[in-house]
């Protein structure tokens, strides 16, 4: 639709969207009130209201209890480094899902075994409620949270084995090729998928966002032979992070 058909709400956040870009609104200053926004565009309170409610969305905004609402420093997108298996001894889980060598990072994790829900079971290939080892993990760059895993694999592979503990054992804190390939079971392929979608709450809390804004999710599974060993979401803010691959040309 053309700009002039819009409805007034999207014009006046537009408006301010623009200045907030250009700079005219730094960071941290404080947004005009919803009354002077009424008498700036000449629209409406329940417009000037609507207008607000866009801009803390898209994450522009945000509210502060007893204060107001103020423009948000935003944050500088870096890419994550998709670049495949790294060789052995570099291919801790902090560098399975982050493979800039510049990156230090440190993580921390846990895991149960839980009844592999319908979609996890048909990635790994199994039945519904079939027992799979969930590991959580929290991965923190500088000190800062900046992206959470959960993996999933079936303890009909790793049980009763020395692997069976992802975080502990001989092999705790390596990747899953290096473990797998400890109880004989050589990885030979992985699949991604990329998606977005709104973060949950507990999981922008945890990243240190705004409830409701987009995450990006990165679906991966492993194979050895075909058979699925191992499938894992890694999920990051979408704000913050661009997924980027590398992959040799063979």
């Known amino acids: 639709m053309a700009f002039g058909d819009q409805p007034a709400y999207l014009r006046v956040a537009g408006d301010l969207r623009q200045k907030i870009v250009a700079g005219e609104l730094p960071p941290h200053t404080r947004l005009p009130s919803q009354a002077r926004i009424r008498e700036q ?18 994450g522009l905004v945000e ?3 007893g204060s107001g609402t103020y423009v948000r420093e935003q944050p500088v997108s870096r890419p994550v480094v998709r670049t495949g298996y790294r060789a052995a001894g570099e291919s801790t889980p902090f560098r399975q899902e982050q493979g ?13 075994q839980v009844a592999a829900e319908p979609r996890i079971a048909r990635r790994l290939r199994i039945g519904p409620g079939d027992r799979v080892m969930r590991t959580d993990y929290l991965f923190r760059s500088a000190g800062e949270p900046c992206m959470l895993s959960a993996s999933w694999e079936p303890l009909a592979v790793t049980g009763r ?17 290096e473990r797998m390939a400890a109880i ?11 998606s977005a979608r709104p973060g949950l709450a507990g999981e922008t809390l945890a990243l240190g966002g705004v409830p409701g804004h987009c995450v990006v999710v990165v679906s991966r599974t492993y194979f050895a032979g075909g058979c699925p060993v191992e499938t894992a979401d890694v999920v ?13 040309v063979k």
């Open 41 to 58: 565009y000449g629209v409406s309170d329940t417009v000037a209201l609507e207008a607000r409610k866009v801009l803390m969305a898209e």
């Open 63 to 65: 509210g502060r209890s």
């Open 100 to 112: 800039d060598d510049r990156v230090k990072g440190t993580w921390e994790s846990r895991s149960e």
């Open 161 to 177: 084995t020395p692997v069976m503990l992802p975080e502990e054992g001989p092999l705790a804190g390596r990747g899953v090729v």
């Open 184 to 194: 004989d079971i050589v990885v030979d392929n992985v699949t991604e998928e990329v």
């Open 236 to 248: 990051m803010l979408a704000e913050r992070y661009r997924v980027a691959y590398h992959l040799p």
